[in-house]
């Protein structure tokens, strides 16, 4: 999630960060899409990974990211949360019309952007309970958030998504289940109230029943906020049957190569990314 547990500092490899007086918000009085990536260049160790990706996720949509292994999905969703060890070398990061290329990890998060991880990670001795109560704090600007009212509201939530309240008190992620972990990351993501979600392979490692879980958890979610914007990224097309997306994109080589509706989703399964990447090469 893009709570505390991550807060790596921007450093000199990603454009400097601005002072809040230096901050745009384009068209303040239109309605901006809750996620703008303007032609976007990100390097690793010098080398270029993301060679000009652009992509708009409007207020309310729910946009799917597809690619095999190497193809920058990652990549993307790391350097979306601003971390360090991807340097943006070209392009705008946009959330609800600010520019946000570069903020800092906490500062983007406070501003309403949140990553599931694929692998989230172990937290021994910090409960989820508390780790919340950080990251609530941080995203509503209040420096000591009452702990009763996030009990209050993650009681509220576990009951939503059907998940026994006793977990709250568990160490974060300790012991969990691959599908628990996975919830765990929905039950983040709905009280943290994120302008955009960026759902890194969300079904990666789950079962046909997780994944329905996972899914209708998500789907509760956005029911509560329909505002919610969503990148969802993803190799397979299987979660696509439960979570219907407004546009499909296709990334290969660093570069996005198709975009359309869920039939691309369909279309992909049927013939394979080869048939994508030779249709961009022609």
Known sequence: MSGPAENPAV?????????????????????????EIRDLHVAIEGTEILRGVSLTVGTGEVHTL?????????????????????AVTGGQILLDGEDVTGLST??????????????????????????????????????????LEVRMELLEW????????????????EGFSGGEKKRNEILQMALLEPTVAVLDETDSGL???????????????????PSLGILLITHYRRILQHLVPDRVHVLLDGRIVATG?????????RDGFDAFRAGAAA
Do not use: C, W
């Open 11 to 35: 450093g000199s490899s990603i454009v400097e960060s601005p002072t809040l007086e230096n901050l745009t918000r384009e068209n303040p009085t239109a309605e901006n899409p809750a996620l």
């Open 66 to 86: 597809m690619g095999p292994n190497g193809s920058g999905k990652s990549t993307l969703a790391r350097t979306l949360l601003g971390d360090p060890a991807y």
């Open 106 to 147: 906490p500062d983007r998060a406070a501003r309403g952007m949140f990553l599931g991880f694929q692998h989230p990670e172990e937290i021994p001795g910090v409960s989820v309970l508390n780790l919340l109560r950080q990251a609530m704090g941080a995203r509503k600007g209040i420096t000591d958030l009452s702990v």
């Open 158 to 173: 576990t009951k939503k998504l059907g998940m026994d309240d006793r977990f709250t008190q568990r160490y974060l992620n």
């Open 207 to 225: 079962d046909i029943d997780a994944l329905r879980v996972v899914a209708d958890g998500i789907a509760t979610v956005r029911a509560s906020r």
């Open 261 to 269: 509706g869920p039939e691309v989703a369909t279309q992909l399964e």
